[in-house]
C-alpha cells in the first residue's frame, strides 16, 4: 500500500519556551524517523506567521527523501520566532498532498497546541477528513484546554494525540505516549488504557485518606482529614440508606473494614446480619452502629493525626536549634579564617610593595640607559659612513671587465679600448666603441661594466658614471655580468635613459640596503 506522509513542525515564539523546541527535535529525530518507512513519499515542513503573514517552509518536498535528510534539517531548525497557524499548515500540507497518488496519506503535526491565527483547528482537520487525510498532534507540553483542542481534531480526522512534558523531560514516559502514534503509523488501532473498577458486588469500599504530614498547622491537617473521613462516612450512609428503602440488603451482607494502618489505628470489621424480613429496628440499630464506629474511627484519627503533628513539629524545631547552632558555628569558623586570611595578605601586600618600590627604582634607571642608548643609536645612524671591501670591488670589476674585453673584441674587433683598465679615476665608462669610419676621434658607443656575484637585478652607478649617461644618453651602454661565481650572464642595455623611460630600470632596490655617497642605485624590471 503506497503511503504518503507529511510532518509539520511548529517553530513558533511559543515553542520557544519551557525547552519544547528541542525536546521536540530530539523526539522527532530519535523517536518518530524510526517509525517511518522512507521508500515510501516523505515531507518536512516548518511552520510560522508574522502577523497576518503565514510562512510554511518546505524543508523537504513530498517526495523520495531519506532518513539523513530529514536529519540533517531537524538538527539546523530556525530559531522560534512568530506565532503558530496550525489551520493553514495543515491546509498547505493538504495542497502538497493531492498532487501525490497515494491509498493512505497521513499528516504529522508537532506542536505546542495554540492556533495564534484561527484558535481552533477542528475544521482544518474535518477538511483533511473529507479529502481522506489522516491527522495526528504530537502536543510539547500543551495546555489542559489545548490537549482537548488537539483531540477532537485528531478525532475528526481518525488520528491519535500525545502529550509530551517537556518540563523535567522524561524520555521513558515519552516514548509510553508514542506507542499510540507507532500504532497509528502501522494502521494498527491505537491503545486504549480501559477505567479501573472501584465497587465490588455487596460490598461497600470506603476509599483510603492518603494523609502526608508535614510539620504545618495542626488545625488545618486535622480538619481536612475530618472532611476526607466526614465525606467517605457519607457516602457509606447514602449507600445504607438507599439499601434500607430498596429493601435491597441480602442475608449477611458484609461492610468491608476501613484500612486506617498508616494512622497505626486498628479498626475491627462490624458484621450486620440483617436478613430480608428484619424489621425497620433491626436495621436503623445496624446503621446507628456504623455510624458510631464511623465517629469513634474519626476521633482516634483526628487524635493519632494531632500526636504525629506535634511529634513532627517538635522534631523539626529540634532540628532547626541544630541547624542554627552549626551555622553560627560556621559562621564563626568562616569569619577567623577570612581575618587570618586578610592579616596575611595584608603582610605580603607590604612585603610586594617595599620589594616593588625597589624594582620600580632599578627598572627605571634601567629605562633611563636603554634610552640614552636607543638615542645614541639613532645618532650613529645618522653619521653612519658606509664603508666597503675595497679588495673585493677591485677584483668583480677586474674580472667582470675582462670578460666583457673578450666578449667585446669578438663583437668589434679592433674597434675597442678599455680605458678604465690601469687607469687611475674614473672617466664615467670602462670601454670606448670607436666609429667604422677609420677616424679615431669618432665614437659609437660609450660602455659601463657591472659585475654581480649572483643574480641579483640591483646594480649601482657612480656620480662620474651618471652624469657621462646624461651628457650621451643615446650611444650609453650598460653591460651587466650576473653569476660572476658560477656561470656568467650578459644583459646590455643599449640605451639606459630609454629603458628608465620605459619602466624596464627604476631608480630603486629591491631590498633594503644603505646607500654609499655619491651611488646611485638601479634595478633591473
Not at 523546541?21 to 506567521?49: C, H, N, W, Y
Not at 480501559?194 to 480538619?223: G, L, M, Q
Not at 476526607?228 to 457519607?234: H, L, N, T, V
Not at 506535634?310 to 522534631?315: H, Q
Request: hydrophobic share 40%; aromatic share 4%; proline share 2%.
Amino acid at each position: 500500500m503506497k503511503t504518503a506522509i507529511d510532518i509539520l513542525f511548529d517553530v513558533s515564539d511559543f515553542m520557544g519556551e519551557a525547552n519544547r523546541k528541542s525536546v521536540a527535535q530530539q523526539l522527532l529525530r530519535d523517536e518518530i524517523l524510526p517509525m517511518i518507512d522512507f521508500s515510501e513519499i516523505t515531507g518536512l515542513k516548518t511552520f510560522m506567521s508574522s502577523g497576518p503573514v503565514v510562512l510554511a517552509i518546505r524543508n523537504l518536498d513530498l517526495g523520495n527523501n531519506s532518513k539523513s535528510d530529514f536529519e540533517q534539517k531537524i538538527n539546523n531548525f530556525p530559531m522560534a520566532n512568530g506565532g503558530a497557524p496550525i489551520s493553514k499548515a495543515i491546509e498547505e500540507s493538504l495542497s502538497d498532498l493531492a498532487k501525490h497518488e497515494a491509498e493512505c496519506k497521513r499528516i504529522v503535526v508537532i506542536t505546542a497546541g495554540n492556533d495564534s491565527l484561527d484558535g481552533l483547528y477542528t475544521s482544518a482537520a474535518l477538511k483533511a477528513a473529507n479529502e481522506g487525510v489522516q491527522v495526528s498532534f504530537v502536543l510539547i507540553n500543551a495546555a489542559e484546554s489545548d490537549k482537548n483542542t488537539a483531540a477532537n481534531a485528531a478525532n475528526s480526522a481518525n488520528g491519535v494525540v500525545c502529550n509530551v512534558a517537556s518540563d523535567g523531560f522524561d524520555l521513558s514516559a515519552a516514548r509510553t505516549e508514542l506507542t499510540k502514534l507507532s500504532a497509528w503509523m502501522k494502521g494498527q488501532q491505537a491503545p486504549v488504557v480501559a477505567p479501573k473498577e472501584e465497587v465490588v458486588a455487596n460490598e461497600v469500599v470506603v476509599p483510603v485518606v492518603e494523609t502526608v504530614v508535614e510539620p504545618v498547622s495542626s488545625v488545618n491537617i486535622a480538619e481536612d482529614v475530618k472532611e476526607e473521613i466526614a465525606a467517605a462516612s457519607a457516602s457509606v450512609e447514602e449507600k445504607i440508606d438507599l439499601m434500607v428503602e430498596e429493601k435491597m440488603v441480602e442475608e449477611e451482607p458484609v461492610f468491608s473494614a476501613i484500612d486506617m494502618s498508616q494512622f497505626a489505628v486498628e479498626v475491627e470489621t462490624v458484621p450486620a446480619s440483617v436478613s430480608e424480613t428484619a424489621d425497620d429496628s433491626e436495621l436503623t440499630k445496624v446503621v446507628a452502629d456504623n455510624r458510631s464506629e464511623m465517629n469513634g474511627l474519626l476521633n482516634a484519627t483526628t487524635e493519632k493525626v494531632a500526636e504525629i503533628i506535634a511529634a513532627s513539629n517538635t522534631a523539626v524545631a529540634d532540628l532547626q536549634r541544630k541547624m542554627a547552632a552549626e551555622i553560627a558555628n560556621l559562621q564563626q569558623q568562616s569569619t577567623n579564617c577570612i581575618a587570618e586570611l586578610l592579616n596575611a595578605s595584608n603582610k605580603k601586600l607590604e612585603n610586594l610593595s617595599a620589594n616593588s618600590s625597589d624594582a620600580f627604582s632599578a627598572l627605571a634607571s634601567q629605562k633611563a640607559q636603554a634610552l640614552a642608548l636607543v638615542d645614541q643609536l639613532r645618532e650613529d645612524d645618522r653619521k653612519v659612513i658606509i664603508r666597503t671591501n675595497d679588495a673585493l670591488d677591485k677584483q668583480i670589476a677586474e674580472k667582470s671587465q675582462s670578460f666583457l674585453n673578450t666578449h667585446l673584441q669578438k663583437k668589434y674587433p679592433g674597434r675597442v679600448s678599455w680605458v678604465s683598465n690601469g687607469a687611475n679615476g674614473s672617466k664615467g665608462y670602462d670601454f670606448v666603441i670607436d666609429d667604422n669610419d677609420n677616424d679615431a676621434s669618432t665614437i659609437e658607443y660609450l660602455i659601463a661594466c657591472k659585475g654581480l656575484v649572483d643574480n641579483s637585478k640591483t646594480f649601482f652607478m657612480s656620480k662620474e658614471e651618471w652624469l657621462a649617461c646624461t651628457q650621451n644618453a643615446k650611444n650609453y651602454q650598460v653591460y651587466i655580468i650576473s653569476n660572476l661565481q658560477d656561470t656568467p650572464s650578459l644583459t646590455i642595455i643599449d640605451n639606459l635613459m630609454d629603458w628608465i623611460m620605459k619602466g624596464k630600470v627604476v631608480p630603486c632596490a629591491s631590498s633594503n640596503i644603505k646607500l654609499k655617497a655619491d651611488s646611485i642605485v638601479l634595478s633591473l624590471v
